[in-house]
């Protein structure tokens, strides 16, 4: 196999392994009914991308490719968190949105 390969394996395993821990964290909080702000999209994100489980099953390379860049800024309100059209969101961003989305999906199918 080649090493582009076993790269894009080791990204597919670490995205899967985040997508899981962001949708436990969020989990937390859409049990509870707290609605979706951009300051809990940025604990959330912070929170997913600290946790020594993750650090610990990936490479330090493949990690870096999950964070935020710099450049890429978000508000950090307690407004609710919306994005219109856009599709270009950070990883840990993404997969808190749709663990949202899918609650409140399952939710209005147990009415």
């Known amino acids: 196999m080649r090493e582009q390969d076993l790269a894009a394996l080791r990204f597919q395993a670490a995205a899967r392994d985040l997508e899981q821990i962001v949708r436990d964290i969020a989990g937390r909080y859409v049990v ?3 609605p979706l702000t951009w300051r809990l999209l940025h604990a959330i994100e912070a929170e997913a ?10 490479d330090a390379f493949i990690l870096e490719l999950f964070k ?5 800024s978000y508000p950090e309100t307690d407004d609710p968190a919306t994005f219109g059209r856009s599709n270009a969101l950070p990883a840990a961003f993404a997969f ?5 989305e899918n609650a409140q999906v399952a939710s209005h199918g147990q009415t």
């Open 32 to 34: 509870l009914g707290v």
């Open 49 to 58: 991308l600290a946790d020594l489980g993750f650090a610990s099953r990936h």
């Open 68 to 72: 935020r860049p710099a450049d890429l």
């Open 96 to 100: 808190a949105v749709s663990a949202y």
